[in-house]
């Protein structure tokens, strides 16, 4: 059970800690707003059965983040999907990940408000989806409060948090070893054991292994969870089966150059040669990121500047 200490413990937590390390953009995104896609019947990445139709522009935006980590396209294709499919509301989760990438807060907000209205207009025929993307829209404006008023915010965002755990429950009930509920959940799950250092890790991370899905999510959040444990080579063999399923996304490059770095000695020409891979899609990358690449590389390399890629 969740107290309310607790609860406010983790209603800080999560807008500090993975926005601070997350590998990436869209790993804020997995990480904070923990928001996924029901994609249509011929490539739903979560389920094998009883898949959910969204239109094709946002399955397309959904893989260029999270499976091809290709940044600068999806931000082009969003503005297609949002006017062919405006009812979508992952659409505006990865909408309002990108916002605030940018550190655009109030459009993170704004977006953040109609993931909530079109949550609601499931409401009776789709009531699994409904309750995922209500608590998504709960813990956006969480993030909203807490990225522009501070720590003075907590009595505000406890609330909003205590409805995300209670909306998430809702969708348990109705589907409780539905993948995407399970790989939203794990994610949570995950933060709060990073958050209290006496919670189990591997109980953390059940809904993740059992049945969360697509693997380029499940296992890159595995990866993260072993990373901050210190539990590198769990992690590395996590990162591994996530590259298995996205091997062109220069992200999960990275994030196994990281790992491969902290084991250090004989490990280090291969941690380099990741993030030399990683910074040959240098074009598709968020700003922020590049920039962390580069100086990580640099470290790496000994002072060596590394190959600039093709940005």
Avoid at 281 to 293: C, H, P, R, Y
Wanted: proline fraction near 5%; include cysteine.
């Amino acid at each position: 059970m969740v107290t309310t200490v607790n609860i406010m413990k983790i209603s800080l937590s999560p807008f500090l800690k993975p926005f601070l390390k997350s590998v990436s953009a869209s790993a804020i995104a997995l990480l904070v707003f923990a928001a996924t896609a029901m994609p249509s019947l011929a490539a739903d990445p979560f389920r094998s059965q009883n898949a959910r139709a969204i239109g094709d522009q946002t399955q397309k935006v959904f893989e260029l983040i999270f499976k091809e980590g290709n940044y600068k396209e999806a931000i082009k294709q969003l503005d297609v999907a949002v006017k062919a499919e405006p009812n979508e509301p992952l659409l505006f989760v990865l909408r309002a990940s990108t916002a605030f990438a940018k550190e655009d807060y109030a459009a993170m907000q704004m977006d953040g408000k109609r993931v909530r209205a079109n949550a609601e207009a499931l409401r009776g025929h789709d009531n699994l989806r409904a309750y995922i993307y209500i608590a998504v829209s709960d813990l956006l404006e969480a993030g909203y409060i807490f990225k522009t008023e501070g720590i003075a915010s907590t009595g505000r965002i406890l609330p909003l948090v205590q409805n995300v755990f209670d909306n998430l429950q809702k969708a348990k009930e109705i589907t409780p070893d539905d993948p995407e509920l399970n790989l939203i959940k794990g994610y949570i799950d995950m933060l709060i054991a990073s958050v209290f250092p006496l919670s189990d890790l591997e109980t953390a991370l059940e809904s993740l292994k059992l049945y969360a899905a697509p693997d380029y999510l499940k296992w890159r959040g595995i990866a993260i969870a072993y990373r901050d444990a210190n539990k590198t080579d769990l992690a590395l063999d996590a990162v591994n089966k996530a590259l298995a399923a996205a091997p062109n996304n220069p992200e999960l490059h990275y994030l196994k150059g990281q790992l491969l770095w902290s084991q250090g000695g004989a490990n280090i020409p291969a941690a380099k040669q990741e993030f030399e891979t990683a910074l040959t899609k240098a074009d598709q990358m968020n700003a922020g990121m590049l920039a962390d690449m580069r100086e990580q590389c640099r470290i790496i390399s000994g002072g060596v500047k590394c190959p600039e890629g093709n940005r």
